[in-house]
């Protein structure tokens, strides 16, 4: 069964190091870049466990509404590139909403609490080897079709051609041309 607070536990894990972050926005890229969200639903997924990163492998798990399962044969398109996909049913426990009494339950040293409720969902595990994901490289970024060089941007605040003194030069060798 999967609990809120371990989905919560995976969001603070994510957001606690760039690196993780950088690593499952890569694994995102090549789910598009493979054209998986072409697939009916695998765009509704949500992180539910990961990334666990090893020493070849990327994995990630996300979360479905039983209603919304993802197409199967998009796990085809990711296995086609050498993936591995994993379904599996599961329910989701969530608070039920409180609108009377009735919804709270006591527990053993006297506290009230929300009475839990099970959702179905389907979890859809993705072993991605760890050379797509690797070749990520935060150095670099693609505006629009164009590479900037993330190095190149920072010389050129350093050297100050972000003033208005540098576009004053500017309009000077424009004009003199």
Not at 24 to 52: M, R, T
Not at 95 to 101: E, F, K, L, M, Y
Request: glycine share 6%; proline share 5%; net charge negative.
């Amino acid at each position: 069964m999967v609990q809120i607070n371990d989905i919560k536990d995976t969001i603070d894990s994510i957001y606690d190091g760039n690196t993780k972050l950088d690593m499952l926005l890569e694994f995102e890229s090549i789910l598009d870049n493979l054209h998986l969200y072409a697939h009916k639903n695998w765009i509704n997924g949500e992180v539910a466990d990961g990334p666990h990163i090893s020493r070849y492998w990327v994995e990630a798990t996300l979360m479905y509404p039983k209603k919304m399962m993802p197409d199967p044969d998009g796990a085809l398109r990711l296995t086609k590139h050498g993936c591995y996909v994993y379904f599996q049913e599961e329910d989701f426990i969530v608070n039920v909403d409180i609108n009377s009494p009735d919804d709270l339950e006591t527990s053993d040293r006297g506290e009230r609490k929300p009475k839990k409720a099970k959702k179905p969902v389907w979890l859809v595990k993705i072993v991605m080897p760890r050379h797509f994901v690797d070749e990520f490289n935060s150095s670099k970024i693609e505006v629009n079709g164009v590479e900037i060089d993330l190095s190149d941007v920072d010389d050129a605040y350093q050297e100050g051609l972000d003033g208005e003194e540098a576009l004053q030069q500017d309009n000077i060798n424009d004009a003199s041309e």
